[in-house]
């Protein structure tokens, strides 16, 4: 059984700052790729930043500059650094993972929760 758990999210000001985080726990052999996902209502979920195992990240030119993803291995949590926020970023941001539970299975993709982020203008 794996989880993840969301964690950071709130209501902050057009201009502000959150920081959002992800833990993984359970039966983890290793994780993969993550990535941070959000859905706004009436609108398709998007990805929002993404980082793999040795910590290669890529952002949607929505977020590029703003956003900084980052992971810690050693703890299985991953973070989302977001500056400058606009109300056009509110929507429930998930994580997700890319997860082992043993040697020899295959990698399986998890998500969590979500946790909600208002931006007010």
């Known amino acids: 059984q794996v989880q993840l758990v969301e964690s950071g999210g709130g209501l902050v000001q057009a201009g502000g700052s959150l920081r959002l985080s992800c833990a993984a726990s359970?039966?983890?052999?290793?994780?993969?790729?993550m990535g941070w996902y959000r859905q706004a209502p009436g609108k398709q979920r998007e990805l929002v930043a993404r980082i793999t195992s040795i910590g290669t990240t890529n952002y949607p030119d929505s977020v590029k500059g703003r956003f900084t993803i980052s992971r810690d291995n050693a703890k299985n949590t991953m973070y989302l650094q977001m500056n400058s926020l606009k109300p056009e970023d509110t929507a429930v941001y998930y994580c997700?993972?890319?997860?082992?539970?043993?040697?020899?299975?295959?990698?399986?993709?998890?998500w969590g929760q979500g946790t909600q982020v208002t931006v007010s203008s």
């Open positions: 359970g039966s983890i052999f290793s994780i993969n790729a």
């Open positions: 997700k993972a890319q997860i082992r539970t043993g040697w020899n299975s295959a990698p399986s993709d998890y």
